[in-house]
T-cell receptor
Framework: KNEVEQSPQNLTAQEGEFITINCSYS?????LHWLQQHPGGGIVSLFM???GKKKHGRLIATINIQEKHSSLHITASHPRDSAVYIC??????????FGTGTSLTVIP | KAGVTQTPRYLIKTRGQQVTLSCSPI?????VSWYQQTPGQGLQFLFE???????NKGNFPGRFSGRQFSNSRSEMNVSTLELGDSALYLC???????????FGQGTRLTVV
């Protein structure tokens, strides 16, 4: 069983739609990360959070420590948001665990 | 400031050979982590170095090793390459553990 589960695996949205990607984890964590990977391989760290909520532009990440759950929201989605979004956690021993990723396609 | 630099970007090796990949972190960052990404297994953690010491290691065979130099640059080595080692190898640097990580563009290794 994977320590980090993401859903959905694939997501297609129309431009302008509100998008939610979910992440559940089963290990004790010191931090949760949301990563974005575009075709070609480059990975960008979007958020690192250990509690509450963070917002960068149209992106919002929330985490519920008690429920071991995090969500990544994209408001007013745009075709340039098309990418793979990966949830990752680090436990108290700095060991990394990754979700399998959510492939997002935003259609104009 | 310069980002994380990985060299080479692409590499083709033959089974049984060994390979060394390099990662230069962002200036001032002391933590460097390595990851393997394959279509079948996704992203997997290889190891993390901080101030020249390996602090964590993922579940990979001993053929995978690494080191970090005093200037925080890191190398990973894979010996006796197997076809299954074909993957995108990514490194990330951060100031310290559990601070924001910055990823390199990766080295795409193909083993034939």
């Amino acid at each position: 069983k994977n320590e980090v589960e993401q859903s959905p695996q694939n997501l297609t949205a129309q431009e302008g739609e509100f998008i939610t990607i979910n992440c559940s984890y089963s290990v004790g964590i010191s931090a949760l990360h949301w990563l974005q990977q575009h075709p070609g391989g480059g990975i960008v760290s979007l958020f690192m959070l250990s509690s509450g909520k963070k917002k960068h532009g149209r992106l919002i990440a929330t985490i519920n420590i008690q429920e071991k759950h995090s969500s990544l929201h994209i408001t007013a989605s745009h075709p340039r948001d098309s990418a793979v979004y990966i949830c990752a956690v680090t436990n108290t021993g700095n060991q990394f665990y990754f979700g399998t990723g959510t492939s997002l396609t935003v259609i104009p | 400031k310069a980002g994380v630099t990985q060299t080479p970007r692409y590499l083709i090796k033959t089974r049984g050979q060994q390979v060394t990949l390099s990662c230069s972190p962002i200036s001032g960052h002391r933590s460097v982590s390595w990851y393997q990404q394959t279509p079948g297994q996704g992203l997997q953690f290889l190891f993390e170095y901080f101030s020249e010491t390996q602090r964590n290691k993922g579940n990979f065979p001993g053929r995978f090793s690494g080191r970090q130099f005093s200037n925080s640059r890191s190398e990973m080595n894979v010996s006796t390459l197997e076809l299954g080692d074909s993957a995108l190898y990514l490194c990330a640097s951060s100031f310290t553990a559990n601070t924001e990580a910055f990823f390199g563009q990766g080295t795409r290794l193909t083993v034939v």
